[in-house]
């Protein structure tokens, strides 16, 4: 049954990647003028310069902080979608802590990165706060706090360390002593990558392997269950929460360190939501986390040259991720499917014990 589960999970994921793709062929076929070189522009695209699958790299290094932080939040049942406030707000952090204090160049951006934690995880543990004292739901309020984030961060920006010589709403210009090595040269691939991979290792023991991964992912599937069995639901909770939103904050500043060279946001970056995605996709395994950010970071790279070059817009990309969206969280798909595999291997288990 258990490998059962597995198969029906990868399916549905297959099901829903392959349909969303078809869709997007098929608005392609019909809408450029010409459809081939769009589609392979699409499709192999982001394969046929370094520069390009540099491109992918680099999109995919946020994608997996956002994403670990929301598999371990969510795996305790929490809905919170405070992800994209914490990363914004940890990028806003960092970039306060570059600008704000000279400090060796090996130690400037670990304070920065710190800062970036520290504050994605007091926003990411307020929904659940609320949800403990007031049975206020996750969803809710961490909404409303990615707003708060959002002006907070402003204003940090707007009052504290804005280069009036910018020309727009732009921090100082971070020294180099902040700023995060950068790998290749024709790339954007900074040393963050290695934070990324060390980070993808530590979660995936600690979810998976760990008592208190245990703990948490208990909690998700049965709390009541979880709470008779003498686990401490609302202190595992409440842990789920900050770590998540630590690793989402360090991970706004690590883009910031890594990609910019100051902070220039003028709105939420969406990377909470698109970690929202990927967990999904992932089934909030941290182990499986590089496979869904390779695909949402190539099918965006894939769109962005598809976008320059053809007739056809980047919004294709919506559509795309929507679809997905739509397939994985219907809980009925294939689910008449599912049972009439358990049903065929119940009747084979009691078939061979008769024999």
Not at 81 to 106: D, H, K, N, R, T
Not at 166 to 180: F, Q, R, T, V
Request: hydrophobic letters at 55%.
């Amino acid at each position: 049954m258990k490998n059962l589960e597995k198969q029906f999970k990868l399916l549905r994921i297959t099901i829903a990647i392959s349909s969303a793709l078809l869709l997007a062929l098929l608005i392609i076929l019909f809408t450029s003028s010409n459809p081939f070189q769009t589609m392979f522009d699409f499709l192999i695209g982001p394969l046929t310069t370094v520069r390009r699958m540099g491109n992918i790299v680099e999109l995919m290094i946020p994608l997996l902080f956002t994403g670990v932080g929301v598999s371990i939040m969510y795996s305790a049942g929490q809905i919170n979608m405070s992800g994209e406030g914490a990363f914004f707000l940890g990028g806003v952090a960092a970039a306060y802590v570059a600008v704000s204090f000279i400090l060796p160049s090996g130690i400037h951006p670990i304070l920065a990165i710190a800062a970036g934690g520290l504050v994605g995880a007091i926003i990411s543990v307020i929904p659940a706060l609320l949800y403990l004292r007031f049975n206020a739901l996750p969803v809710v309020s961490s909404l409303m706090l990615n707003y708060v984030c959002f002006f907070l961060g402003l204003y940090v920006i707007n009052y504290m360390i804005l280069d009036p010589q910018a020309g727009y709403l732009a921090s100082w210009e971070y020294p180099k002593s902040a700023i995060l090595p950068r790998l290749f040269s024709v790339t954007r691939i900074h040393a963050g990558v290695f934070v990324a991979i060390a980070l993808i290792i530590l979660g995936y023991l600690f979810l998976m392997k760990s008592k208190w991964g245990y703990s948490i992912r208990m909690i998700g599937k049965n709390p009541n269950f979880a709470k008779y069995s003498g686990i401490k639901v609302g202190y595992y909770i409440l842990l789920s929460q900050l770590l998540g939103g630590a690793i989402a904050g360090a991970g706004g500043a690590i883009e910031q360190l890594g990609i910019y060279n100051r902070f220039q946001y003028q709105r939420l970056s969406g990377h909470g939501f698109d970690g929202i995605l990927v967990a999904i996709l992932a089934g909030y395994n941290p182990k499986l986390i590089p496979l869904a950010t390779f695909f949402l970071a190539y099918k965006r790279t894939g769109a962005d040259i598809m976008s320059r070059t053809s007739d056809v817009p980047i919004e294709l990309i919506f559509i795309i991720q929507a679809v997905i969206i739509v397939f994985v969280a219907a809980e009925r798909f294939l689910e008449g499917w599912k049972h009439k595999r358990i049903v065929q291997r119940s009747k084979d288990a009691l078939a061979a014990e008769e024999v």
